[in-house]
């Protein structure tokens, strides 16, 4: 993707539907990680720009890591500033973002659905590396219905947020 944001949606679907065990911040920190490969080649002015990260070997790594390195952040945060954490985790969806299961599934999700994603559109990724240079993504769909099916998620994820939160406040009265 041009715009790593566009990337975001499908996980916020994803958040939508598993709100408890799904990190959608972690999800988020896969793909810009990711993406710094790209711009990193870009600023360089070598070719191809999409590299080890956008296969789904490397995505999936870079996945991982991200959501450590979340995780990490996010417990710092628990620890220094408690007063201002701890009453963010009320609900269940907060509870998916911080928990080892929420940030672990969300950033290798994030790690392997970027590959995906990137491969239907740029030629130079080359998803099944280092097994192989094919793709047989690029191309499946055109541009403007990817970037619609993106944004298309991101609204049914933040229509299923909605829903968590609708569901938790009967839970609570």
């Known amino acids: 993707m041009p715009v790593t944001p566009f990337h975001f949606g499908p996980g916020l679907a994803l958040k ?11 999800f988020a ?9 790209t711009i990193y080649y870009m600023v360089r002015g070598e070719y191809p720009v999409h590299r080890f990260l956008h296969s789904f070997l490397g995505g999936g790594m870079a996945g991982l890591v991200a959501a450590i390195l979340f995780l990490g952040v996010v ?3 628990l620890i220094g500033f408690p007063r201002l954490i701890v009453p963010l985790t009320a609900t269940a969806t907060a509870r998916g973002e911080i928990s080892f299961l929420g940030a672990f599934l969300g950033g290798l999700t994030g790690g392997l659905s970027h590959p995906l994603l990137d491969g239907i559109m740029h030629p130079d990724v080359r998803p099944f590396m280092p097994w192989t240079d094919y793709n047989p993504f690029l191309g499946l769909i055109g541009l403007a ?7 298309a998620s991101a609204i049914v994820g933040g229509i299923g947020l909605a829903l968590w939160k609708r569901r938790s406040k009967g839970r609570s009265t």
Do not use: T
């Open 16 to 26: 939508g539907v598993a709100a408890p065990v799904f990190s959608w911040s972690a």
């Open 75 to 77: 417990h710092a945060s």
């Open 29 to 37: 920190a896969a793909q810009v990680v990711i993406d710094c490969e």
């Open 145 to 151: 219905p990817l970037h619609l099916a993106c944004i």
